[in-house]
């Protein structure tokens, strides 16, 4: 990870926030080279799951909503996280990530250890325990440790567990539970009337405006509503990169279909178009797998919910969410706003509330997958065709930040220029290509390589006598001679 | 106006978001076409303005941002508002949009009158005049009113000017500085050290970032930085539909000079490049105007500003300001933040903090001056033949949401439909089809006119015969015979 983390750094795909005020935690900015992936993400997603499709439409909403949206989503009441206080150090911590063990020693409890969630933290309560037992000088068998995390407490042991900041028991609180909404003020008073919240997911925005779509997009159930944009959750422990970030992209599809409709299918459909799409863009199948969440773990309006995951170098994640949600929230919007949000079925000469299913995704989820999934080391050879270490990013031709890079084997012969600056002119009419000719050729290749360029055209003198060209394919490193028209052919069939 | 509204409601451009609840004041929702407008606007933007020029990245930053970003700024200081209240209504008013007079007779004041902002401020007042002295039974000339704002009432005078609110003095507080960054908290803390606000404009995102882009972009002075983005600001008075929001998108670029560089011709070059682009996606030359702000208005640090100016329908308003500004914010975020803003120049062998020119675009702004281009009504002959209103968008090619319809003439023909499908479906490898079967084919061209397509094609029995069909232009409303071949070359030709 920390690799992915350092080329993002170095070759401007993503910094930190304000980092030169020290950085806002875990907001992040993307660079140069950043920017174009993040775009090609969004572009492939809303090609193929908008406008290649006759039965999804799209939608832009504002981040700031009317309050009673969440009051309607239940995120006003639910969207919370449990939080603990350490009174002494002023630290928080998220209650689930908090964990705990009763120290036993010969069947008697003898104290009590604590350890943040991390990779460790089985092996950090047994530590701790060990260490208590030798400290009290405690003889007898020490039995292993049983972590569970701080919701877990009862309230007569919340007292004795020390807090992970002091290693002393008696300043930790209950849970309580923090909203994880960023609350703001609009217009120029500061009261509970003006309260609004930047929206904690882009899918209320598309439920909102139902009836708005129904009465404009001519469009028939079963459709879908897909919307991208910015969401903001005030998270308390964000964490691994781009990964949990408070500020955040999502690309999120609502799909309608009748109350009586086969959802499990549907629901399994777009669960494979997930898993398709996510290959289509060059994430390997190999590192997918599938979650369910186990029932008694769902809300009470929820059918069912499978998350696509992704095996990061921190482990494997949920990447994609595919939740089914019956009529939930458009009926919650219907009762808080007494709008309808019926749909008349011509065919089937009914009325009803259409139940949906939410296939939702993070952008900047998918770009860290697509990076990791990339990031390759390998062997190349340097100027003197010695081998030296490569740094190559496999990305797919969709999402590569540029597609090709045309570089004049030399700078100082204005002929081979020339021809360089017109072919590039020629492929930036379609494509986005990338003008290099300071450097040898074998350290373009290279830093073409870490962006991931799939293609380097090489003007040589060659190209001066027969049209022809030198083009490098980046993963197999192999050079082959093609002219123009070959070119444009081979872009067009792997890239339209 | 009013046209233009209507027809966004109606074929779903854009809605006032969280409609269902009555709406949030000056936030903007946008539908199945909107949405695809809006893409286009900021794709034609980044095409021309980044991925085809040599000499300017792009970056895309958080909007949450570090709060000492708007210490350096200035804008914690100074992005503010004058504000008046009116202590009986508990109504508030911009200073600048109260305006006031003194009722004189003969000479004589005999007392005041208030009124909001509008197109009808003048005549508002010298009613109200009438009628004061009407109720007071005064004999004499009233002189004609003197308009003046809020901001220009002396302390002695504000207690005898009437909120526009409840007619009557006394309740107008004096005006004070209204910061419009809407404020909010990052972590699990409420307190000075947790303030963010969402940044009111993107510009400070590039500039913060500007050593990072030099340190990976592979960059050199003259070059700029580029980014799309939202961003708030809390407006008492918003207005205009689209026009002046809460939320909207800003399309920036700070463009980095050296000290000693001519900058009247880099600003001037910038404000040709505004025009011309604004041309190049079809909102006339003739409805563009500059408006170059008067020296004395200017920030101290700023060497010029010049907007283009776009004839709205509800007057001439600022659409693209250009501004010189130096390099004070460089400089102020050097001084913020401690870390060096410096460029070495290696042509001039020496180092330098860069001077910027600032072009700054809004995409709703963009997106409504096009629309209001764009909207016209002409006459078309009905199924009968005879003539009847037309509403068309003559929006250009680029920026249409659709950009080919494909109309089988009718439904029931299965070989009709089947090569219908067929051509929708290679189209959509590369252009935005939209595939329409149902209802009559003239009106079939209507709903295509009034959402701005620029081509339809029909395939009708000669299709099964000849392999050409009928494309139908959007402007002229002319039709020709074409094959698949020239279809796509046309495209090709106006589209990339």
Chains 1, 2 share one sequence.
């Not at 639910?78 to 630290?91: E, M």
């Not at 509970?192 to 997009?217: C, H, S």
């Not at 060059?282 to 008694?296: D, V």
């Not at 074998?442 to 055209?457: A, F, L, N, S």
Request: proline content about 5%; aromatic content about 10%.
């Amino acid at each position: 990870m920390e690799k992915v983390v350092n080329l993002a750094k170095r070759r401007g795909f993503a910094f930190q926030s304000s980092e030169i005020y020290g950085g806002l935690a875990s907001c992040w900015d993307y660079g140069p080279v950043g920017v174009e992936l993040k775009r090609n993400v969004k572009e492939a997603w809303w090609r193929d799951m908008v406008l290649t499709r006759s039965d999804i439409v799209g939608i832009d909403c504002a981040i700031l909503m009317h309050p009673r949206v969440w009051e309607a989503s239940g995120h006003i009441a639910g969207f919370t996280d449990p939080l603990v206080d350490c009174k002494v150090s002023k630290q928080r911590f998220r209650a689930d990530q908090l964990f705990w063990a009763a120290v036993v020693v010969d069947g008697k409890t003898v104290g009590h250890v604590s350890a943040l969630e991390s990779d460790a933290t089985e092996a950090e309560l047994q530590n701790g325990a060990e260490e208590l037992k030798r400290k009290k000088a405690i003889q007898g068998k020490l039995e292993p440790v049983v972590a569970k995390d701080f919701t877990q407490a009862a309230p007569e042991e919340i007292p004795l567990i020390p807090s992970p900041a002091t290693g002393e028991p008696g300043s930790l609180t209950p849970p309580r539970s923090f909203n994880m909404m960023f609350q703001t003020y609009v217009g120029a008073l500061r009261d509970d009337t003006a309260v609004a919240y930047l929206r904690p997911e882009t899918a209320q925005g598309i439920f909102i405006n139902f009836k708005n779509v129904l009465d404009t997009g001519r469009v028939k159930v079963p459709f879908g509503i897909a919307q991208v944009g910015k969401a903001f959750r005030n998270e308390i422990n964000p964490r691994n990169f781009t990964f949990r970030s408070r500020e955040f992209e999502q690309m999120e599809i609502e799909y309608f279909i009748a109350p009586d409709a086969d959802w499990q299918k549907c629901h399994r459909d777009w669960i494979d178009a997930g898993l398709a799409w996510l290959e289509s863009i060059g994430i390997p199948r190999a590192l997918l797998s599938e979650y369910a969440h186990p029932k008694e773990k769902l809300s009470h309006y929820s059918k069912g919910t499978v998350d696509i995951m992704f095996k990061f170098p921190f482990g494997v994640q949920e990447l994609w969410g595919f939740a089914a949600r019956g009529d939930f929230d458009l009926t919650q919007h219907q009762k808080f706003s007494g709008k309808s949000m019926e749909y008349f079925d011509e065919a089937a000469k009914k009325k009803y509330v259409p139940h949906v299913v939410e296939p939702s995704v993070g952008v900047d989820r998918v770009l860290l997958a697509a990076l990791c999934a990339a990031y390759t080391e390998d062997e190349a050879p340097d100027e003197k065709g010695k081998l030296e270490k490569r740094v190559v990013l496999r990305l797919s031709p969709r999402l590569a930040p540029v597609k090709v890079a045309v570089l004049p084997l030399v700078k100082n012969k204005p002929e081979l220029v020339a021809v360089a600056e017109k072919l590039h002119a020629a492929l930036q009419r379609r494509y986005v290509s990338f003008y290099d000719q300071s450097g040898a050729i074998g350290r373009r290749y290279r830093r073409q390589d870490e962006i991931g360029t799939p293609w380097c055209v090489t003007i040589d003198f060659d190209t001066l006598a027969n049209g022809t060209f030198t083009l490098r394919d980046r993963d197999s490193m192999k050079q082959e001679r093609i002219d123009e028209k070959a070119l444009f052919a081979l872009l067009d069939e792997k890239l339209c």
